[in-house]
């Protein structure tokens, strides 16, 4: 199993990215999908996921301005990013949990490289 997160970039504070998360590898229905986020010198954090069955769960600092949905025909999830803010800068992955749930958490199995946001004020 492969997930290749892109659509990262430079965008102005108030804008909006869209990044994708492809799965290559059997199974990516069955998968809850996760995305998380790593500002230079902090931890990890979790940012929202979607089930297999496409429930979504957010971390409070993005909620109402992020949202996650799958297409199974694609073996894609998407992160869309609005109303940006400085804070949402930094490297952004996703992974896959073989969980009917997605939280914080929720162990993965998979890992994506991360793609760059950053967020300029």
């Known amino acids: 199993v492969q997930l290749q997160a892109s659509g990262g970039g430079l965008v102005q504070a108030g804008g909006s990215l869209r990044l994708s998360c492809v799965y290559s590898g059997p199974l990516f229905s069955v998968y809850a999908i996760g995305w998380s986020r790593q500002a230079p010198g902090k931890q990890r954090e979790f940012v929202g996921g979607?089930?297999?069955?496409?429930?979504?769960n957010y971390a409070d600092s993005v909620k109402g301005r992020f949202s996650i949905s799958r297409d199974n025909t694609k073996n894609t999830v998407y992160l869309q990013m609005n109303s940006l803010e400085p804070e949402d800068t930094a490297v952004y992955y996703c992974?896959?949990?073989?969980?009917?749930?997605?939280?914080?958490?929720?162990?993965?199995?998979?890992w994506g490289q991360g793609t760059q946001v950053t967020v300029s004020s």
């Open positions: 992974a896959a949990a073989a969980s009917t749930w997605i939280s914080d958490q929720v162990r993965y199995d998979y």
């Open positions: 979607i089930t297999s069955r496409g429930d979504t």
